[in-house]
Structure formats: C-alpha cells, structure tokens
C-alpha cells in the first residue's frame, strides 16, 4: 500500500455488525475476518482511527457513556487481535442539529488531522455508507473504499455501482453526477484490506 499511512474506517456495518442503536456492549460483535484485516493493516504499520455517526446520542435513544461502553468493548476485541486504535472520533448529533461533525461533514477528520497529524493525501477511508465515501472524497482522501456488509449492498445498488466481481475490485471513474463514488468496491472489510495491500 504505497504511500498509505493512515486508515480510518467506519464502525457499525464496516468493522462490528450493524445493531440498530447499539449501547449495549454485550452485544458487540466483530464482523467475521475484522479482527484479522485490521491486525494485517497494524502489523504494516498503518495507524487506525475509527470515525463513526452516532446519532441515537442525539435523538435520545442512549447516553454518551453508553457509547463510550461500547466503544471500550470494540477496542477489547481488537486488542485479542493486537489491534490498538490510534483515535476514535465520533458525531452524536441527530441528522436535523447542522453540526459540522456528521459525516460527510468534516468535523470528525479536522480534530483527527489537528491531534495526530494526520495527511489526506496518505489516507484511506473505508465503510459502507454513501456518507462516508463523500466524507473520504470531502476530505481529500487517497482511498475511498465502500464494502457490501451492513448497508453497503443497498448503498452500492442506489449509487449505480456495477457488480462486485471478485472479493474486491478498482471501480473506473464514473458515476451519476452528485452521488459519492468509491475507488475500491468490497465484499467485506478483510477483502478491502486484502486490495489495499495489492496495491
């Protein structure tokens, strides 16, 4: 992966399976092959932040500490992989509240970049929402990266996106003018990481 230095990925559907409002942190679950594409991306010594919307804070559907629970119970689960987060930033804004911190708006990536140092132009962004491949494309990312787990296979079908083949391919330059588009469209997280270390 010439050139990449940094990862951020998105959470929920990306990295640990999509629970609707998660706050319970028994219920966290790496999504299979997470725990292993992220320790292949640490071991080459790329920095991980998680950059994550989580508006059930906002709308009242759990606490700040209820996230923060299950954000200790994911960096557990990676930690059993040897995966040590850099950073984790997090929106817990509703969708109406404007703030400048939900994806694709920039908020969450400007306190990364101010904290860590952090350069667009050796970033990779990964998830599975339309939002945070804008977020990549907004932020000036390397890499933008949308995978077909949590709602990446609906996303994928609403952008225009052609059929996967393979585990993970380079998408040409194209699609419907004002619709984010990827550079990379995956099955799931291990076979982005997987196309990643290819290039």
């Given amino acids: 992966m010439p050139g990449i230095d940094t990862v951020l990925l998105d959470r929920d559907g990306t990295v640990i399976v999509d629970e609707h409002y998660l706050c319970d942190p028994a219920r966290v679950c790496l999504l299979p092959g997470a725990g292993q594409a992220l320790a292949r991306l640490a071991d080459a010594g790329m920095r991980l932040f998680l950059v994550s919307n989580q508006s059930g804070i906002g709308r009242g559907f759990f606490t700040e500490a209820g ?4 954000q200790a119970r994911l960096e557990a689960l990676l930690r059993e992989h040897g995966v ?5 930033a997090f929106c817990p804004h509703a969708p109406d509240a404007g703030c400048p911190c939900r994806k694709p708006g ?4 400007q306190a990364l970049r101010h904290r860590h140092g952090l350069d ?3 970033t990779a962004v990964i998830g599975d929402k339309a939002s945070d491949v804008a977020f990549g494309t907004n932020l000036g990312a390397a890499v933008t ?4 787990t949590g709602h990446g296979a609906d996303e994928a079908a609403r952008l225009g996106l052609p059929p996967l083949t393979g585990k993970a391919m380079d998408l040409p330059e194209g699609g419907v003018p004002g619709l984010p588009w990827p550079d990379i469209l995956a099955r799931d997280l291990a076979a982005a990481v997987e196309r990643l270390m290819e290039k």
Avoid: S, Y
Avoid at 106 to 109: A, E, N, S, V
Avoid at 145 to 148: D, H, I, T
């Fill in 67 to 70: 996230h923060l629970a299950v």
């Fill in 84 to 88: 040590r987060l850099a950073d984790a």
């Fill in 106 to 109: 920039l908020g969450q990536w």
């Fill in 120 to 122: 667009p132009a050796t």
């Fill in 145 to 148: 990266v949308l995978v077909l």
